[in-house]
């Protein structure tokens, strides 16, 4: 990031979150990438120490820790044994005056009401599928084939495969009989734009940058039902929406198609409250650029495309970390005027 002074002599507290109802090599994949990250950040200068959260009682890891001693580097997803707890993490830690990278509490919690989040992208004009919501199977009012039907209130793609996209009726009604039956919550339905999908992260504060967004790429998916990133496409390895679908990154794009891209997702990622960094997921339909999601707590993993992203434009993982970190240290109560 141009005229960013990124400094490397601050101590940085690496907070992570370990659940023990994780399958065993869930809890082996998490102690690498912590391994990873201290490594990283260390090899850039940060006096690094880590906690792993393992219990509900998030304050008493932290009480031997002077909040002005740090910045937290926030790698915490969530309390273990509370559900949807990302945004508690945040208020947790600014309820005891850390400074912690990464987005607000209340913009962790809203990202959670997908409806809410479209409704705040439409009444500032930021293209985003048109949509519905329904809570029991009676869709006649719904007539744009193809659809797509999301649980409302989920991640990580909870409740999307192949079978969530819908192309008429009788499909739509199973379907959105089968969120409300699976995920006790209402079903949102939006008109599937079978196009060009784009991971897009996103950096800074006040001046904002977007990384090399990379492409899904789904040409060798010809059934319009398989033409969308699934839980399994994200997480299943060996699976065929994994294998098949394939990540073109830096995504080629046109200048022109770039620059409208950075436009939409800048805005986006504006409105949305996101601070220091995010991702969005955007499809392109007829010259138009559609927000599908934004993400305010992205997985920041060294395998991920934002790592990725980063790492193209000069800045390893564990300079982007590092990165992340300075962000935060600008709204430290001694960092941010040094």
């Known amino acids: 990031m141009k005229d960013f002074k990124r400094r490397k002599d601050f101590p940085v507290l690496v907070l992570h979150n370990i659940d023990?109802?994780?399958?065993?090599h869930e809890i082996e994949t998490a102690l690498r990438e912590i391994e990873l990250i201290e490594t990283g950040m260390k090899n850039e200068g940060h006096p690094v120490v880590s906690v792993a959260v393992e219990r509900p009682e998030l304050e008493l890891y932290l009480k031997e820790f002077n909040p002005l001693d740090y910045v937290v580097l926030n790698w915490c997803e969530s309390i273990p044994g509370i559900e949807r707890s990302e945004a508690l993490v945040a208020q947790t830690l600014e309820s005891l005056?850390?400074?912690?990278?990464?987005?607000?509490?209340?913009?962790?919690?809203?990202?959670?009401?997908?409806?809410?989040v479209k409704q705040l992208l439409e009444t500032h004009g930021i293209?985003?599928?048109?949509?519905?919501?329904?809570?029991?199977?009676?869709?006649?009012?719904?007539?744009?084939f193809p659809a797509i039907?999301?649980?409302?209130?989920?991640?990580?793609?909870?409740?999307?495969?192949?079978?969530?996209?819908?192309t008429d009726k009788k499909n739509l009604r199973d379907r959105i009989a089968y969120v409300l039956e699976t995920f006790h919550e209402p079903a949102l339905v939006e008109d599937f734009i079978d196009g060009r999908e784009f991971h897009v992260s996103m950096w800074g504060n006040g001046s904002v940058e977007m990384l090399p967004p990379a492409e899904m790429d789904f040409r060798t998916l010809a059934d319009v039902h398989d033409r969308l990133c699934t839980y399994d496409a994200k997480f299943k390895p060996g699976t065929r929406h994994y294998e098949q679908i394939?990540?073109?990154?830096?995504?080629?794009?046109?200048?022109?198609?770039?620059?409208?891209?950075?436009?939409?997702?800048r805005s986006a990622y504006v409105?949305?409250?996101?601070?220091?960094?995010a991702r969005l997921?955007?499809?392109?339909?007829?010259?138009?650029?559609?927000?599908?999601?934004i993400n305010p707590n992205p997985d920041i993993s060294s395998d991920t495309s934002m790592a990725a992203a980063a790492n193209l434009i000069?800045?390893?993982y564990g300079a982007m970390l590092s990165m992340l970190a300075n962000f935060a240290a600008l709204r430290h109560p001694l960092l941010g005027t040094a």
């Open 20 to 24: 023990h109802s994780w399958e065993q």
């Open 97 to 116: 005056s850390f400074t912690h990278t990464g987005s607000p509490p209340e913009v962790l919690h809203a990202s959670w009401n997908k409806c809410r």
């Open 127 to 144: 293209p985003t599928p048109s949509w519905q919501v329904f809570d029991t199977p009676d869709a006649t009012s719904w007539d744009i």
């Open 149 to 166: 039907v999301k649980p409302s209130g989920e991640h990580c793609s909870y409740g999307i495969t192949s079978d969530a996209v819908v």
């Open 246 to 265: 394939e990540v073109l990154l830096p995504a080629p794009l046109s200048q022109t198609e770039r620059a409208a891209l950075e436009k939409t997702a």
């Open 271 to 277: 409105v949305m409250g996101c601070r220091d960094y």
């Open 281 to 293: 997921d955007i499809r392109l339909r007829d010259g138009i650029f559609y927000v599908l999601d």
């Open 314 to 316: 000069g800045y390893p």
